[in-house]
């Protein structure tokens, strides 16, 4: 069973415009969420993250909301730009018994900014 | 300063080879990460070390896969008598201990084998 999920393949917006990416998850347990973005061919970068105990973290045009009751997170970039145009990834931390720490990854969202 | 770097970039591998992927993560990060990314997929956990224990292995798909970090600097993945349900992107990942869920990925190994 998947744990985080991105239900939206894909995603495109206007060069200037609001883009959000959606997250849900299903554990509980997770204590952080993160966002990653990769272009073609290289590693995940990271973005941005949120600690379960927070709703909202910004920096600078990027903004990660968070709403524990409906277990949903989502990313904001404003204003969007052409070099925003990557999949991104949402991720969460699930803590384990012995040190161990891992990190649970959705399927992605690939977004594309039109100029 | 340099972040994570792994290698081979790129390795094919017919079918019951033996393959040894490197990772070389950020000077001073104690935690190390290998996760694989199928296509059209997100990374998967594979196993985690702190310094040079390996302290889970529970994503590692069978005991043809085997992860070493001796020296708490260095790892290697090593995977014995490859399939070809092996190919994928095999990424390693490294954080400080302080903020371990902050990982920094390297740009991965794309495995093919036929």
């Known amino acids: 069973d998947q744990q985080v999920k991105q239900n939206s393949p894909s995603l495109s917006v206007q060069e200037g415009r609001i883009s959000i990416l959606n997250c849900d998850y299903t554990n509980s347990m997770f204590d952080y969420f993160l966002w990653y973005k990769k272009y073609p061919a290289e590693g995940p970068t990271f973005l941005i993250s949120?600690?379960?105990?927070?709703d909202k973290n910004e920096d600078g045009r990027f903004t990660v909301f968070l709403n524990k009751s409906a277990k949903h997170l989502s990313l904001h970039i404003v204003p969007s730009q052409p070099g925003d145009s990557a999949v991104y990834f949402c991720a969460a931390n699930a803590p384990r018994q012995g040190g161990s720490e891992k990190l649970v990854f959705g399927k992605g969202t690939k977004l594309t900014v039109n100029p | 300063g340099a972040g994570v770097s792994q290698s081979p970039r790129y390795k094919v591998a017919k079918r019951g080879q033996d393959v040894a992927l490197r990772c070389d993560p950020i000077s001073g990060h104690v935690s190390l990460f290998w996760y694989q990314q199928a296509l059209g997929q997100g990374p998967e956990f594979l196993t985690y070390?702190?310094?040079?224990?390996?302290?889970?292995k529970s994503g590692l798909p069978s005991d043809r896969f085997f992860a070493e970090r001796p020296e708490g600097s260095v790892s290697t993945l090593k995977i014995q008598r490859t399939q070809q349900e092996d190919s994928a992107v095999y990424l390693c990942a490294s954080s400080e201990g302080q903020r371990f869920y902050e990982q920094y990925f390297g740009p991965g190994t794309r495995l093919t084998v036929t």
């Open positions: 070390f702190q310094n040079e224990a390996q302290l889970d």
């Open positions: 949120i600690s379960s105990i927070k």
